[in-house]
């Protein structure tokens, strides 16, 4: 069974950091491209950012580049995202999501698998 | 910047055929993904591609595209597809991944 578990969230303040992690299992993941994508409350799906099967390639939606970063590691089946520099728009549920692709820049960008989410809260 | 547009709701009779619909430019270009969120859940893929449906979602939800305009049609709804119903694509810079707004469905 495909499974992840995303995790690492919490409360935080406006300009300090946060890890977030999701450890997969129950298929071959450098098989497939991974992504974070968020919900805030009340509101619709955004995508926030998505790291090919190798790490070789990765992208940011504008609101997050250049204070999140992505990164895997293959050998412990495991996506991040580093952010930084909070702010309190930030505040949301984060998915980690699976593509059904392994290349991140030249797939239809479709996710099949999702994690529970992990509630990240940015407040003073 | 590239975006995707839906109604933000539409409901539907027991047993009757509804259409949601998703539009954008960077449809001509490339098929959508339609997404199924009950409340409290995480999103589920239902359709994808030109003509692609995972294994278990039921074949009354199908999708198609025509120009700028990708839809997801439920054909005899059932109460369990009431939920909100999303589309995704690439944009148009090819390393972007827009979603619409979001359509929430009422079964009657």
């Known amino acids: 069974e495909v499974q992840l578990v995303d995790s690492g969230g919490g409360l935080v303040q406006p300009g300090r950091s946060l890890r977030l992690s999701c450890v997969a299992s129950g298929f071959t993941f450098d098989d497939h491209a991974m992504h974070w994508v968020r919900q805030a409350p009340g509101k619709g799906l955004e995508w926030v950012s998505g790291?090919?099967?190798?790490?070789?390639?990765?992208g940011y939606a504008d609101s997050v580049k250049g204070r999140f970063t992505i990164s895997r590691d293959n050998t412990k089946n495991s996506l991040s995202l580093q952010m930084n520099s909070l702010r309190l728009e930030d505040t949301a549920l984060y998915y980690c999501?699976?593509?059904?692709?392994?290349?991140?820049?030249?797939?239809?960008?479709?996710?099949?698998?999702w994690g529970q989410g992990t509630l990240v809260t940015v407040s003073s | 910047s590239s975006e995707l547009t839906q109604d933000p709701a539409v409901s539907v009779a027991l047993g009757q055929t509804v259409r949601i619909t998703c539009q954008g430019d960077s449809l001509r270009s490339h098929y959508a993904g339609w997404y199924q969120q009950k409340p409290g859940q995480a999103p589920i893929l239902v359709f994808y591609?030109?003509?692609s449906r995972p294994s278990g979602i039921p074949d009354r939800l199908s999708g198609s595209s025509s120009g700028n305009t990708a839809s997801l049609t439920i054909t005899g709804a059932q109460a369990e597809d009431e939920a909100d119903y999303y589309c995704?694509?690439?944009?148009?810079?090819?390393?972007?991944?827009?979603f619409g707004g979001g359509t929430k469905v009422t079964v009657l």
């Open positions: 790291i090919s099967w190798n790490s070789g390639r990765v």
């Open positions: 995704n694509s690439r944009d148009n810079t090819g390393d972007h991944v827009i």
């Open positions: 591609g030109e003509n």
């Open positions: 999501a699976r593509d059904t692709s392994p290349y991140f820049d030249s797939s239809g960008y479709y996710f099949d698998s």
